[in-house]
Protein backbone atom coordinates (compact mmCIF):
# COMPACT_ATOMS: atom_id res chain seq x y z
CA UNK A 1 0.00 0.00 0.00
CA UNK A 2 1.25 3.40 -0.78
CA UNK A 3 1.28 6.30 2.49
CA UNK A 4 -2.31 7.56 0.36
CA UNK A 5 -3.76 4.19 0.45
CA UNK A 6 -2.86 3.47 4.62
CA UNK A 7 -4.36 7.06 4.96
CA UNK A 8 -7.72 6.79 3.22
CA UNK A 9 -8.23 3.24 4.60
CA UNK A 10 -7.17 4.15 7.98
CA UNK A 11 -9.74 7.48 7.73
CA UNK A 12 -12.59 4.51 6.31
CA UNK A 13 -12.07 2.76 9.87
CA UNK A 14 -11.97 5.46 11.72
CA UNK A 15 -15.10 6.81 10.59
CA UNK A 16 -17.14 3.55 10.11
CA UNK A 17 -15.97 1.35 13.35
CA UNK A 18 -18.14 2.77 16.04
CA UNK A 19 -21.14 4.07 13.61
CA UNK A 20 -23.43 1.26 12.81
CA UNK A 21 -23.02 1.38 8.87
CA UNK A 22 -20.25 -1.61 8.96
CA UNK A 23 -16.48 -0.77 8.67
CA UNK A 24 -15.74 -4.45 6.65
CA UNK A 25 -18.57 -3.05 4.10
CA UNK A 26 -17.05 0.45 3.57
CA UNK A 27 -13.13 -1.08 3.60
CA UNK A 28 -14.17 -3.50 0.94
CA UNK A 29 -15.60 -0.34 -1.25
CA UNK A 30 -12.21 1.33 -0.09
CA UNK A 31 -9.97 -1.24 -1.05
CA UNK A 32 -11.74 -1.83 -4.17
CA UNK A 33 -11.53 1.59 -5.28
CA UNK A 34 -7.69 2.15 -4.14
CA UNK A 35 -6.86 -1.32 -6.09
CA UNK A 36 -5.45 -2.62 -3.26
CA UNK A 37 -4.72 -6.22 -3.52
CA UNK A 38 -5.88 -8.47 -0.22
CA UNK A 39 -2.74 -9.82 0.79
CA UNK A 40 -1.55 -11.67 4.45
CA UNK A 41 -0.62 -7.91 5.58
CA UNK A 42 -3.63 -5.62 4.19
CA UNK A 43 -6.04 -8.27 5.75
CA UNK A 44 -3.87 -7.74 9.44
CA UNK A 45 -3.45 -3.96 8.71
CA UNK A 46 -7.36 -3.74 8.79
CA UNK A 47 -7.47 -5.34 11.97
CA UNK A 48 -4.72 -3.81 13.30
CA UNK A 49 -5.47 -0.21 12.62
CA UNK A 50 -8.79 -1.03 14.84
CA UNK A 51 -6.34 -0.85 17.94
CA UNK A 52 -6.22 3.05 16.94
CA UNK A 53 -9.70 3.34 17.23
CA UNK A 54 -9.86 1.67 20.60
CA UNK A 55 -7.77 4.06 21.96
CA UNK A 56 -10.11 7.02 20.97
CA UNK A 57 -12.56 5.34 22.89
CA UNK A 58 -9.94 5.20 26.42
CA UNK A 59 -8.82 8.63 25.27
CA UNK A 60 -12.46 10.17 25.40
CA UNK A 61 -13.90 8.32 28.39
CA UNK A 62 -10.51 7.63 30.40
CA UNK A 63 -12.55 8.77 33.76
CA UNK A 64 -15.17 5.99 33.47
CA UNK A 65 -12.47 3.12 32.26
CA UNK A 66 -10.00 4.15 35.09
CA UNK A 67 -12.01 4.51 37.81
CA UNK A 68 -12.81 1.99 40.80
CA UNK A 69 -16.07 1.89 42.99
CA UNK A 70 -15.41 2.87 46.81
CA UNK A 71 -15.23 0.35 49.51
CA UNK A 72 -13.36 -2.41 50.85
CA UNK A 73 -12.58 -5.80 49.50
CA UNK A 74 -13.53 -8.70 51.28
CA UNK A 75 -15.74 -11.15 49.78
CA UNK A 76 -16.48 -11.90 46.31
CA UNK A 77 -19.65 -9.80 46.34
CA UNK A 78 -16.88 -6.32 47.48
CA UNK A 79 -14.68 -7.60 44.71
CA UNK A 80 -16.66 -7.60 41.85
CA UNK A 81 -18.88 -4.29 43.47
CA UNK A 82 -15.22 -2.33 43.07
CA UNK A 83 -14.50 -3.21 39.63
CA UNK A 84 -17.90 -3.34 38.71
CA UNK A 85 -17.33 -1.61 35.15
CA UNK A 86 -14.93 -4.19 34.15
CA UNK A 87 -17.06 -7.17 35.19
CA UNK A 88 -19.98 -6.39 33.33
CA UNK A 89 -17.42 -5.71 29.87
CA UNK A 90 -16.26 -9.17 30.62
CA UNK A 91 -19.50 -10.54 30.97
CA UNK A 92 -20.68 -8.81 27.57
CA UNK A 93 -17.28 -9.73 25.83
CA UNK A 94 -17.78 -13.68 26.64
CA UNK A 95 -20.36 -14.50 24.35
CA UNK A 96 -18.47 -13.55 21.23
CA UNK A 97 -15.07 -15.38 22.40
CA UNK A 98 -16.93 -17.80 23.40
CA UNK A 99 -18.68 -18.21 19.98
CA UNK A 100 -15.28 -17.13 17.86
CA UNK A 101 -14.11 -20.36 19.27
CA UNK A 102 -16.71 -22.98 18.49
CA UNK A 103 -17.54 -21.34 15.16
CA UNK A 104 -14.35 -20.15 13.85
CA UNK A 105 -14.47 -21.73 10.52
CA UNK A 106 -17.87 -20.74 10.13
CA UNK A 107 -17.45 -17.14 10.48
CA UNK A 108 -13.74 -17.50 8.49
CA UNK A 109 -16.01 -18.89 5.58
CA UNK A 110 -18.56 -16.37 5.61
CA UNK A 111 -15.84 -13.11 5.65
CA UNK A 112 -15.09 -14.63 2.50
CA UNK A 113 -18.19 -13.95 0.73
CA UNK A 114 -19.00 -10.49 0.00
CA UNK A 115 -22.48 -11.21 -0.99
CA UNK A 116 -23.33 -11.70 2.36
CA UNK A 117 -21.56 -8.13 3.87
CA UNK A 118 -23.53 -6.35 0.84
CA UNK A 119 -26.83 -7.98 1.50
CA UNK A 120 -26.60 -7.58 5.83
CA UNK A 121 -25.60 -4.00 5.26
CA UNK A 122 -29.04 -3.59 2.89
CA UNK A 123 -31.09 -5.81 5.58
CA UNK A 124 -30.06 -3.86 8.60
CA UNK A 125 -30.67 -0.87 6.58
CA UNK A 126 -33.95 -1.76 6.47
CA UNK A 127 -33.85 -3.26 10.04
CA UNK A 128 -32.58 0.43 11.55
CA UNK A 129 -35.52 2.27 9.61
CA UNK A 130 -37.85 1.14 12.22
CA UNK A 131 -35.07 0.77 15.34
CA UNK A 132 -36.43 3.87 17.01
CA UNK A 133 -39.87 2.96 16.78
CA UNK A 134 -39.25 -0.44 17.59
CA UNK A 135 -37.76 0.89 21.03
CA UNK A 136 -39.31 3.83 21.50
CA UNK A 137 -40.24 3.10 25.12
CA UNK A 138 -40.81 5.47 27.88
CA UNK A 139 -38.82 3.34 30.68
CA UNK A 140 -35.77 3.98 29.51
CA UNK A 141 -32.79 3.84 32.06
CA UNK A 142 -28.82 4.35 31.92
CA UNK A 143 -27.51 1.80 34.28
CA UNK A 144 -25.88 -1.19 32.87
CA UNK A 145 -26.53 -4.39 35.11
CA UNK A 146 -25.04 -7.72 34.61
CA UNK A 147 -27.82 -9.31 33.02
CA UNK A 148 -28.11 -6.72 30.81
CA UNK A 149 -24.53 -6.47 29.90
CA UNK A 150 -24.42 -10.18 29.41
CA UNK A 151 -28.27 -9.63 26.53
CA UNK A 152 -25.38 -7.15 24.36
CA UNK A 153 -22.76 -9.27 24.00
CA UNK A 154 -25.39 -11.88 22.96
CA UNK A 155 -26.48 -9.43 20.50
CA UNK A 156 -22.85 -9.17 19.58
CA UNK A 157 -22.67 -12.50 18.06
CA UNK A 158 -24.55 -11.60 15.72
CA UNK A 159 -22.11 -9.21 14.26
CA UNK A 160 -19.91 -11.90 13.38
CA UNK A 161 -22.16 -12.05 10.07
CA UNK A 162 -20.26 -9.97 8.21
CA UNK A 163 -21.79 -6.34 7.31
CA UNK A 164 -23.82 -6.65 10.11
CA UNK A 165 -22.09 -4.54 11.89
CA UNK A 166 -20.40 -4.70 15.72
CA UNK A 167 -21.68 -1.16 16.68
CA UNK A 168 -25.28 -1.26 15.39
CA UNK A 169 -25.88 -5.12 17.05
CA UNK A 170 -24.53 -3.88 20.09
CA UNK A 171 -26.06 -0.85 20.14
CA UNK A 172 -29.65 -2.44 19.50
CA UNK A 173 -28.85 -5.30 21.86
CA UNK A 174 -28.88 -2.01 24.75
CA UNK A 175 -31.45 -0.14 23.25
CA UNK A 176 -33.43 -4.01 23.68
CA UNK A 177 -32.81 -3.90 27.34
CA UNK A 178 -34.00 -0.41 27.85
CA UNK A 179 -31.43 1.71 27.67
CA UNK A 180 -31.50 5.31 26.49
CA UNK A 181 -29.75 5.77 22.88
CA UNK A 182 -27.06 7.24 24.67
CA UNK A 183 -25.96 4.96 27.41
CA UNK A 184 -26.44 1.99 24.86
CA UNK A 185 -24.07 3.70 22.29
CA UNK A 186 -21.94 4.71 24.78
CA UNK A 187 -21.56 0.59 26.55
CA UNK A 188 -21.59 -0.19 22.44
CA UNK A 189 -18.15 1.73 22.90
CA UNK A 190 -16.75 0.45 25.62
CA UNK A 191 -17.17 -3.10 24.57
CA UNK A 192 -15.46 -2.97 21.25
CA UNK A 193 -12.31 -2.34 23.57
CA UNK A 194 -11.76 -5.57 24.54
CA UNK A 195 -13.52 -7.01 21.81
CA UNK A 196 -11.65 -5.34 19.26
CA UNK A 197 -8.70 -5.35 21.04
CA UNK A 198 -8.27 -9.43 21.43
CA UNK A 199 -9.17 -9.05 17.15
CA UNK A 200 -6.19 -7.51 16.83
CA UNK A 201 -3.77 -9.14 19.34
CA UNK A 202 -4.92 -12.34 17.49
CA UNK A 203 -4.72 -11.12 13.85
CA UNK A 204 -0.66 -9.77 15.13
CA UNK A 205 0.18 -13.26 16.30
CA UNK A 206 -1.21 -15.11 13.79
CA UNK A 207 0.87 -13.28 11.21
CA UNK A 208 4.01 -12.97 13.82
CA UNK A 209 3.52 -16.65 13.67
CA UNK A 210 3.74 -16.81 9.90
CA UNK A 211 7.22 -18.00 7.95
CA UNK A 212 8.30 -14.12 7.33
CA UNK A 213 5.64 -12.76 9.32
CA UNK A 214 7.78 -10.35 11.64
CA UNK A 215 9.94 -9.36 9.05
CA UNK A 216 6.75 -8.36 7.18
CA UNK A 217 5.44 -6.55 10.08
CA UNK A 218 8.79 -4.78 10.71
CA UNK A 219 9.25 -3.93 6.89
CA UNK A 220 5.57 -1.95 7.64
CA UNK A 221 6.02 -0.69 10.57
CA UNK A 222 5.54 2.49 9.23
CA UNK A 223 2.15 2.17 7.50
CA UNK A 224 0.85 0.44 10.68
CA UNK A 225 1.75 3.22 12.77
CA UNK A 226 0.45 6.10 10.82
CA UNK A 227 -2.47 4.07 9.94
CA UNK A 228 -3.34 3.39 13.67
CA UNK A 229 -2.82 7.66 14.36
CA UNK A 230 -5.12 8.55 11.68
CA UNK A 231 -7.99 5.63 12.87
CA UNK A 232 -7.84 7.37 16.41
CA UNK A 233 -7.62 10.82 15.04
CA UNK A 234 -10.86 10.56 12.96
CA UNK A 235 -12.69 7.96 15.33
CA UNK A 236 -12.72 10.68 18.02
CA UNK A 237 -14.67 13.08 15.85
CA UNK A 238 -16.58 10.29 14.99
CA UNK A 239 -17.44 9.32 18.10
CA UNK A 240 -18.69 12.86 19.28
CA UNK A 241 -20.63 13.38 16.08
CA UNK A 242 -22.21 10.14 16.76
CA UNK A 243 -23.53 10.76 20.13
CA UNK A 244 -24.61 14.17 19.69
CA UNK A 245 -26.49 13.05 16.65
CA UNK A 246 -28.48 10.13 17.76
CA UNK A 247 -29.30 11.64 20.99
CA UNK A 248 -31.57 14.09 18.78
CA UNK A 249 -32.30 12.29 15.72
CA UNK A 250 -32.11 8.45 16.39
CA UNK A 251 -31.15 6.13 13.15
CA UNK A 252 -33.09 6.15 10.66
CA UNK A 253 -30.33 8.42 8.77
CA UNK A 254 -27.74 5.07 9.46
CA UNK A 255 -30.38 3.19 7.80
CA UNK A 256 -30.65 5.23 4.71
CA UNK A 257 -27.13 5.26 4.33
CA UNK A 258 -26.61 1.60 4.94
CA UNK A 259 -29.27 0.79 2.00
CA UNK A 260 -26.96 2.76 0.07
CA UNK A 261 -23.54 1.37 0.69
CA UNK A 262 -24.74 -2.02 0.60
CA UNK A 263 -26.76 -1.50 -3.00
CA UNK A 264 -23.09 0.49 -3.99
CA UNK A 265 -21.65 -3.45 -3.15
CA UNK A 266 -23.93 -5.88 -4.81
CA UNK A 267 -24.45 -3.46 -7.95
CA UNK A 268 -20.85 -3.44 -8.22
CA UNK A 269 -20.60 -7.39 -7.77
CA UNK A 270 -23.57 -7.51 -10.16
CA UNK A 271 -21.55 -5.59 -12.84
CA UNK A 272 -18.53 -7.82 -12.62
CA UNK A 273 -16.06 -6.25 -10.29
CA UNK A 274 -13.93 -8.65 -8.10
CA UNK A 275 -14.29 -6.96 -4.74
CA UNK A 276 -12.37 -9.56 -2.47
CA UNK A 277 -13.00 -8.90 1.57
CA UNK A 278 -10.65 -7.67 3.46
Request: hydrophobic letters at 60%.
Amino acid sequence: MSVIDVVIIAIVEGLTEFLPVSSTGHIIIAQSLLGVESTDFVKAFTVVIQFGAILSVVCLYWKRFFRLNGGAVTDVKSFLHKFDFYWKLLVAFIPAAVAGLLFGDEIDALLENVWVVGAMLVAGGVFMLFVDRLFNRTEDVQVVTEKKAFYIGLFQCVAMIPGVSRSMATIVGGMAQRLTRKAAAEFSFFLAVPTMFAATAYKLLKLFMEPGGSEVLQANLFALLLGNAVAFAVALAAIRFFIGYVTKYGFKAFGYYRIIAGGIILAMMLTGHNLQIV
